[in-house]
């Protein structure tokens, strides 16, 4: 539980999120807002960009003291075939500080997280894109796809492993990827 957090609505949002209901992220107006993890972790780049202006408000609220976030841990809720998803939660340390913030169309919103992060600093500049794991292990993937009651995965990418699952799914299956070069590691 994610106990830190002072405002309800927005733990509970967050919760929501974690445990991969998607509807907790979208409003109607947002239905539309769905990016690829790479459009994402540009979008992070940007608002955390301490040399440069700040365009959103996840700065603020991180207080980072000019120290640029890490991200250690990404989560997809949501992914479809094209890697979009209807949002992304990255897991970030700063310092001594940890937190989960989630993508909306409005910006970046976060939650302290007094849980652990995986130890491993994702490199974001190396890694596969779920999108082209999706394209170029399709025999694969696509059962995944097929399993799904929304007809989207779940994603989630720590110490340099992609752990991909149908979303809703009645079948507890599971995929493991090297997250740098895309070689299936486990079909569970």
């Not at 989207?152 to 799914?169: A, C, D, N």
Request: aromatic share 8%; hydrophobic share 35%; with cysteine.
């Amino acid at each position: 539980m994610i106990s830190a957090c002072t405002d309800t609505d927005k733990q509970s949002k967050t919760e929501d999120i974690l445990a991969g209901d998607s509807k907790a992220v979208m409003s109607a107006d947002e239905k539309s807002y769905r990016i690829d993890l790479n459009e994402a972790l540009l979008k992070f780049r940007l608002s955390t960009d301490t040399k440069g202006e700040r365009n959103d408000e996840i700065t603020d609220y991180l207080e980072t003291g000019g120290i640029t976030p890490a991200i250690f841990q990404i989560i997809g809720v949501g992914v479809d075939r094209e890697g979009k998803a209807d949002t992304w939660i990255l897991g970030i340390r700063y310092g001594e500080n940890e937190s989960l913030i989630y993508s909306e169309i409005t910006g970046w919103k976060g939650d302290i997280w007094p849980g652990s992060l995986p130890d491993e600093e994702i490199n974001i500049d190396t890694i596969i894109m779920p999108a082209e794991i999706f394209s170029n292990s399709k025999e694969i993937t696509d059962n995944l796809f097929e399993k799904s009651t929304t007809g989207k995965t779940s994603v989630m990418l720590g110490e340099g492993v992609y752990y991909i699952s149908p979303e809703y799914s009645e079948v507890t299956e599971e995929i493991e990827f090297n997250a740098y070069t895309g070689e299936v590691i486990q079909e569970i």
